[in-house]
Nanobody, 122 residues
Framework: QVQLVESGGGLVQAGGSLRLSCAASGRTASWYAWFRQAPGKEREFVAA????????YHADSVKGRFTISRDNAKNTVYLQMNSLKPEDTAVYYC?????????????????WGQGTQVTVSS
């Protein structure tokens, strides 16, 4: 079992920044990722990072603005979000995948946090 607890969401103006945190406990997963879901839309991949932290992937929609990272000592995964846009408004979820292979599909992830709301005002 992997337990994931997100924090750091909130309300920010367009162009602003937020940093989301995901504290993990329990067994070690191979991949950690951030997904987001806006009202009426499907859950969307944002970024993923390997357990080692050496390999990362970012969705095209956030490349150059968002950065995923992890602190192994704290067992925490971060999502630094800069230059936020109103279309980034969503509930952001942290997820963990036990299997070794990378995936950007929500179906491939085994464990999920409760989500944290990010609202970007124009």
């Amino acid at each position: 079992q992997v337990q994931l607890v997100e924090s750091g969401g909130g309300l920010v103006q367009a162009g602003g920044s937020l940093r989301l945190s995901c504290a993990a406990s329990g067994r070690t997963a191979s991949w950690y990722a951030w997904f987001r879901q806006a009202p009426g839309k499907e859950r969307e991949f944002v970024a993923a990072i390997s357990w080692s932290g050496f390999t990362t992937y970012h969705a095209d929609s956030v490349k150059g603005r968002f950065t995923i990272s992890r602190d192994n000592a704290k067992n925490t995964v971060y999502l630094q979000m800069n230059s936020l846009k109103p279309e980034d408004t969503a509930v952001y979820y942290c997820a963990a995948k036990v299997g070794n292979y990378y995936s950007d599909s929500a179906r491939a992830y085994d464990y999920w946090g409760q989500g944290t709301q990010v609202t970007v005002s124009s």
